[in-house]
């Protein structure tokens, strides 16, 4: 079947543009998470969805990002006035509990120029 | 300090030579561990995954975990070009979703 897919696999954006990035997760997974993989670091965490519960922004490093998952299902990650230190691949993974394995998609890359 | 810490390497063997790949965690609290491996422009995908301490051992890939010392391992036998890839520890607390991520070791395998 059809696995974690983002869009777009790759953004290019002038400093101080806002983006939106997308994940579809694997239908009938109930739990989605955000990560940022920059060059040389390991996933840093960003947010969490679980069902209808509110989620988890305890990631998030700061106000300028957020993200929405509409109907329990498509997630948008949305950067606000984006900064050159912004730039990394940013990975959606989704699980079908919170407790079972997280399936990745294989990521946007974001360049700010 | 880094909650987990691992090599970034690169790290290049020959094809067929084993290799040994770690990482160092400092919560003791960490109960779940997990080896992904990454190839080049993909994402992540679940490779070993034990819980508690131990080993594992799944065809040519072993994992070990050594809570006393805070480090686990995985070892790679008759490493193949195939296995060319970032390959990223990982582990998470008992009833907690919060995994933490190693940064990676780039592995080349050389035929």
């Known amino acids: 079947g059809a696995g974690v897919s983002q869009s777009p696999s790759n953004k290019v954006t002038e400093k101080g543009k806002d983006v939106e990035l997308r994940c579809d997760p694997i239908s009938g997974h109930t739990a989605l998470y955000w990560y940022r993989q920059s060059l040389g670091q390991g996933l840093e965490f960003l947010i969490y969805?679980?069902?209808?519960?509110?989620?988890?922004k305890s990631g998030l490093p700061s106000d300028r990002f957020s993200a929405e998952r509409t109907g329990g299902s498509v997630s948008t990650l949305t950067i606000q006035r984006t900064q050159q230190e912004d730039s990394a691949v940013y990975l959606c993974?989704?699980?079908?509990?919170?407790?079972?394995?997280?399936?990745f998609g294989p990521g946007t890359r974001l360049t700010v120029l | 300090q880094k909650e987990v810490e691992q090599d970034p390497g690169p790290l290049s063997v020959p094809e067929g030579a084993i290799v040994s790949l770690n990482c160092t965690y400092s919560?003791?609290?960490?109960?779940?561990f997990m080896w992904y491996r990454q190839y080049s422009r993909k994402g992540p995908e679940l490779l070993m995954y034990?819980?508690?301490?131990g080993n594992k051992e799944d065809g040519r890939f072993t994992a070990q975990v050594d809570k006393s010392s805070k480090y686990i391992s995985l070892f790679i036998r008759d490493s193949q070009p195939s296995d060319s890839a970032t390959y990223l520890c990982a582990m998470s607390q008992i009833n907690n979703n919060d995994m933490r991520f190693g940064a990676g070791t780039r592995l080349t395998v050389k035929p």
């Open positions: 969805f679980q069902g209808n519960s509110a989620p988890d």
């Open positions: 993974a989704s699980s079908l509990r919170w407790d079972n394995e997280q399936f």
């Open positions: 034990t819980y508690s301490s």
């Open positions: 919560n003791s609290a960490f109960q779940y």
